[in-house]
């Protein structure tokens, strides 16, 4: 994954260990909500017109982290109700592999009431029937939550997750925030777009056995092979590459990625010595295997040349002009820093590579 604000993903990036993850994998040091030392019977609260986690806090003058926000979905066909502390967003990538893998789509409100007797704000996990329910793992063993009573306008309070819900399993379900710890180092982590440039992925034996694809172990018994998928794309480490190197005027080209090292630039295809030392230097920086792009239009004037010359962006642009060559000197460009080299025509060889080698 390269940073990108034009990326197509999220990741998770800790600037001091360098962690870094996808945000659909991604887990932070978040503290966990914990337990309370009370041992409070549970209690319906009157909350009319409370729908949200904050109208609730509020309401309640409590917490965010005591309370338990219920989010409901269907997983292959059959109702689930995922809990997270406070305002934590459910992950649904995590929350699909927490179930097994599948497709999980949320309830609508009408059946959410057919099957719960209540509306959304007021679900939550005690004496719900008919429902898979798992937790996330900061809610992991906490008492003294408050949930929806599925009942509209009523919460219940002092729930305790071991005493008062039957959970499947407490699960790593919600997104992680910009600014939480690092779960390695405990620095803030920050959230940033992305572009994936690679990827590997473990296939394991379900096209091997397909295929009859397998191998003999040291025992002589047949076994299928296992598989993965490991990809890189050409064209998106061009894109990063040109994301993260480029100015107002063009790309500026990392020479182990350009596709030539040199741009020679002929200021006038009118005047006769102009064209015969920019043909030299061409050639001769072909022949020293140096890949050189060689401007040399005849109706475009030096100031458009130079312009498309630092769009393109290569690392070194050659200008052969009027005024460089009546001391018999030509110019060198450094186009990532913009410094200029007046050097000796036949220099430009022994520099360029020097250039290139430093």
Not at 125 to 133: A, D, E, M, Q, T
Not at 236 to 248: C, F, G, K, V
Not at 326 to 353: C, W
Request: glycine share 8%; proline share 4%; with cysteine.
């Amino acid at each position: 994954m390269v940073e990108s604000p034009s990326g197509e993903d999220t990741v998770a990036l800790c600037p001091s260990c360098n962690y870094a993850a996808n945000l659909e994998v991604a887990t932070s040091g978040i503290e966990p909500v914990g337990r309370l030392n009370q041992d409070k019977k549970l209690e319906e609260v009157h909350t009319p017109n409370v729908r949200t986690i904050d109208e609730l806090a509020s309401f309640l003058n409590v917490d965010h982290r005591r309370l338990a926000k219920s989010v409901v979905y269907r997983h292959n066909g059959a109702p689930v109700l995922a809990l997270l502390a406070g305002n934590d967003q459910l992950n649904e990538s995590k929350f699909a592999a927490a179930l097994g893998g599948g497709a999980v789509v949320p309830i609508n409100a009408d059946e959410l009431m057919a099957l719960t007797g209540a509306d959304g704000g007021s679900i939550g996990p005690v004496n719900l029937k008919g429902f898979r329910i798992i937790a996330d793992r900061r809610l992991d063993g906490a008492n003294g939550m408050i949930s929806g009573a599925n009942r509209n306008d009523y919460h219940l309070a002092n729930i305790d997750f071991q005493r008062d819900v039957t959970l499947d399993g407490y699960f790593d379900l919600r997104t992680v925030e910009p600014g939480e710890p690092c779960p390695r180092c405990r620095s803030n982590l920050k959230i940033v777009n992305a572009i994936e440039i690679g990827h590997i992925f473990k296939l394991g034996t379900k096209y091997s056995e397909s295929l009859g694809a397998t191998f003999l172990d040291e025992n002589g018994q047949s076994n299928p092979i296992v598989m993965g998928s490991y990809g890189i794309g050409i064209e998106r480490i061009i894109a990063s590459s040109i994301e993260q190197s480029h100015d107002e005027h063009g790309i500026i080209w990392n020479k182990a990625l350009a596709p030539y090292h040199v741009h020679v630039i002929a200021a006038s295809m009118n005047n006769k010595e102009t064209v015969l030392v920019s043909n030299q230097v061409y050639r001769a920086l072909m022949e020293a295997g140096v890949e050189t792009l060689f401007d040399d239009r005849p109706s475009v004037s030096a100031g458009f040349k130079f312009k498309d010359a630092d769009l393109m962006g290569m690392p070194f642009q050659i200008v052969v002009g009027e005024k460089g060559l009546r001391e018999k000197k030509i110019e060198i460009k450094v186009r990532k820093s913009g410094e200029r080299i007046q050097i000796p025509i036949d220099e430009a060889v022994p520099r360029i590579k020097m250039l290139l080698a430093d």
